[in-house]
């Protein structure tokens, strides 16, 4: 019961990807081999910054961490005697079906909540795991002062949880600036996380149909009070709008048929950025997993005709129904100054 219970939570958090750094690592820089020509970067290490930086990403600070940084993920998957093979193995595991039961770092759950389940192809996981297994990962600046709080000052017990494997001090702190990319990623991922979260509570204490009281009345408010934390204007908008509000404007109906086109494609979506002077606008699409299908999904199937007569209720006009799996719901359109 707990777990089908986990599942239905980290179900409701949608897809997320952060940009597409292009950046060519040169061996050369490290000045330990002066004599190597600049050679190609590990796919995986692309991979992982377009797909896991956005929460696990360590040039956030601190108090701003969604999740925890890539390195102390390793650091409790790599222990003396854990195989690359085991390594691989253990993070597409995860992946596949982030669970509390599979978890090595309940701390982590407890602190920032269970991972959301997003898709991700087996491949991208394989070569971002191969990455993260024979390479230095950076360290965020503050890491090395809460590893010793939280764990102890003890460099053996560093050693066994296994900061060993292709880990020096490493402790790189190249760009603190996030770009404008990463900037727009985070707002939309907070905002998401904080209406996953009051959404996931409601379903959770009163059922979906009292979730609907909470979307209706609380779904603005949030948006805006996240927009106020982050000095921006964040909407979510629709082709399909259920609340007449959120309809989206002639460019970011244009936006969502691009990021459509992506998605039935099973493409890697990238954020769209646009700039008017130091004005940033960042488009990225919200979609669908089988939680969200309770209240768009096809009437009668996974929309209980009870939910939706309340949703008729609520909004007259609603055309935000007849979703499957995985498709472009809305997206996020998030204008600051650079
Ligand atoms: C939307 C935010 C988010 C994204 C994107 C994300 N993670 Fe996570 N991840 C978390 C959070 C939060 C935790 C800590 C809670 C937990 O362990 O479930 C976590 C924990 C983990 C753990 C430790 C799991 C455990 O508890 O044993 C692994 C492994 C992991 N992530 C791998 C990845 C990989 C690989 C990617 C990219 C393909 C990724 N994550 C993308 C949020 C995210
Ligand atoms: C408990 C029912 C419920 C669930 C579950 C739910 N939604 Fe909604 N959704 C609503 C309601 C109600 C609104 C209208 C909110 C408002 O008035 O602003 C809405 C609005 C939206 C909007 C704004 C555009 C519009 O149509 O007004 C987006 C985007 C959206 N939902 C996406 C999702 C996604 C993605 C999921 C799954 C992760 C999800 N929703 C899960 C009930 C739900």
């Known amino acids: 019961m707990k777990f089908l219970t986990s599942l239905f939570l980290i179900a409701l958090f949608t897809a997320c990807n952060t940009n597409n750094r292009s950046e060519y690592l040169a061996m050369a820089e490290s000045n330990e081999f002066p004599e190597m020509e600049i050679i190609q970067e590990h796919p995986g290490k692309q991979l992982m910054e377009n797909n896991c930086y956005v929460c696990h990403n360590p040039k956030t600070s601190e108090e701003a961490m969604i999740a925890p940084p890539m390195i102390a993920v390793k650091m409790h998957y790599i222990s003396e005697d854990t195989s690359k093979e085991d390594f691989v193995k253990a993070m597409i595991d995860w992946a596949k079906n982030p669970s509390e039961e599979k978890s090595k770092m309940p701390g982590a759950i407890k602190k920032f909540g269970l991972m959301p389940y997003q898709f991700y192809p087996e491949e991208?996981?394989?070569?971002?795991?191969?990455?993260?297994?024979d390479s230095e990962i950076e360290e965020p600046v503050w890491f090395e002062e809460h590893f010793n709080k939280m764990h102890g000052d003890s460099s053996g017990m560093k050693g066994k949880m296994g900061r060993g494997k292709g880990m020096g001090r490493n402790q790189v702190n190249r760009n603190t600036q996030l770009s404008i990319e990463e900037r727009g990623m985070q707002m939309a991922q907070t905002t998401k996380t904080e209406l996953g979260k009051n959404l996931m509570g409601q379903i959770q204490k009163n059922g979906v149909i009292a979730a609907l009281d909470f979307c209706n009345i609380q779904a603005l408010p949030i948006t805006d009070s996240m927009a106020t934390f982050?000095?921006?204007?964040?909407?979510?908008?629709?082709?399909?709008?259920?609340?007449?509000?959120?309809?989206?404007?002639?460019?970011?109906?244009?936006?969502?048929?691009?990021?459509?086109?992506?998605?039935?494609?099973?493409?890697?979506?990238?954020?769209?950025?646009?700039?008017?002077?130091?004005?940033?606008?960042?488009?990225?699409?919200?979609?669908?997993?089988?939680?969200?299908?309770?209240?768009?999904?096809?009437?009668?199937?996974?929309?209980?005709?009870?939910?939706?007569?309340?949703?008729?209720?609520?909004?007259?006009?609603?055309?935000?129904?007849?979703?499957?799996?995985?498709?472009?719901?809305?997206?996020?359109?998030?204008?600051?100054?650079?």
Request: glycine share 6%.
């Open 124 to 133: 991208t996981i394989q070569q971002i795991a191969d990455y993260i297994f």
């Open 230 to 338: 982050h000095k921006s204007y964040i909407k979510r908008v629709t082709d399909k709008p259920r609340n007449p509000k959120n309809i989206a404007n002639a460019a970011e109906l244009q936006y969502i048929e691009t990021f459509k086109k992506q998605v039935a494609a099973g493409e890697e979506i990238k954020p769209i950025v646009t700039t008017m002077g130091k004005e940033v606008a960042f488009y990225y699409p919200i979609t669908t997993n089988s939680m969200c299908l309770k209240c768009h999904g096809t009437p009668g199937k996974e929309l209980e005709m009870l939910t939706l007569s309340k949703i008729k209720e609520l909004y007259p006009s609603d055309l935000a129904t007849g979703y499957g799996e995985n498709e472009v719901r809305g997206i996020w359109s998030i204008h600051f100054n650079e």
